[in-house]
């Protein structure tokens, strides 16, 4: 094989250098310059001339047939239904996440699930193999707690190795023809004919890609573990996100059992299709009605508890949103959001104290949304507003109803999107109605099975849903 080399590109204006430097003596970027590979030249003889005149001639787009895309099932349906209907052959997703969150976990078992099937190579370069193992015999026993077959004998088809060199792993494929490639991650996979270190801009760039050259060659479908890093964007997953088909995020609070599997980009499938897991003692289950899960523990009729219906991707959820005021001790009153925007936070106080006159400058404010979510629809708005306004009066919001809007800044109440959908998810929940803003033009129909109170005004819909604020505001 003849020696590769490699050359420093500036990311920001293409300025070509041979060695590494801190700052672009032509754009002046900072750091900017990745290692790259220098692909050597095509000498055009004869054969290669012939080969790419035959290779790509436009054709008319219906003389090309499109089969039915044959995608491999999954027995992990809300993973199956993020991805848009189970794996298609020769796709590449990332699955990123914080250290910690279940990434691991969570493709062991869908190896487990794909080894009955096929045959499945999983590439650790993070853990070794008998903590593989441990852990596999774990979500197995698991899946047996929950009344699967162990079906040990059907396990044969799951490969394990640790491995972080890319050449030795393309050859542990080429030598096990999988159907199914996971790698464990991508930050500890390199090359060695790059100077650059593993998990570096440059390394994980260029093993991407080969790894896509492979997919795409060989109908192997490839899923990447990557770790977002604290920076959030070097050399973590967001370097990856072109090259690859599927992005899915894989969030929650580390704290707390529930975890959401997000896709923000995906060639084969919906975006911002969202599944929703609970990290278990073995491995992570299924949450097939989670607007259910997250109202468990909710205490019904005391104050400071709001119901909001956000839209996850395509689907709506029920969440619990809480606030709290207390006195401020000296001075600076002090705002505390934990599952919501900060700023969002920030404007839904000034509303409250400006035009609803609640004294909220002498009170500290917390909000905090239940279940670990992170709520960033403005639909949601109307909820953080009636938990704090509930907190404030001591009075509990209505428990049988939800709240959905958008507040503005003159006070005013303002349509969401999907409203329709949202109500039938809080009806099919048991909610007897539903304060909602007024709208003007009426392009949807509302359900039948749920009360709406419409509401052009933050004061309005507070008036409707606190118990016993009627006589105040008549
Ligand atoms: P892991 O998949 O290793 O995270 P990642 O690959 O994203 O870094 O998951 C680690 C966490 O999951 C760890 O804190 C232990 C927990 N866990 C469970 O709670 N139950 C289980 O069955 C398993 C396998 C892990
Ligand atoms: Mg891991």
Redesign the pocket.
Known sequence: MPKTHTQFVCQQCGRISAREMGRCPQCGAWNSFVEEVIAPAQRPSKHTKGLSLTTSTPRRLIDIDAPQEDRLVLPLGEFARVLGGGIVPGSIILIG??????????LLQVALEMARQEVVLYVSG?ESERQIRM?AQ??LD?GADRGEEPARANLQGLYLVTETQLPQILEHITALQPRLLIV?SIQTTYLPELESTAGSVSQVRECASRLRELAKTSGITVFL?G?VTKEGTIAGPRVLEHIVDTVLY?EGD?FQSYRLLRSVKNRFGATSEVGVFE?????LVEVPNPSQAFLAERVVNAPGSAIAVTMEGTRPLLVEVQGLTSPTPFGNPRRTANGVDINRLLLICAVLTRRLGLRLSEQDVFVNVIGGLSVEEPAADLAIAAAIASSYRNRPVRADVVLIGEVGLSGELRMVGQIAARLREAAALGFQAAIVPRRLARSESYPNSIEVIEARSLQQALSAALAGEEAEHA
């Open positions: 996440g914080d250290p910690g969150i279940g990434k691991s976990t969570l993070e852990r774990r979500l698991g464990d573990i770790h894989l580390r990290m278990g003692e073995r491995g």
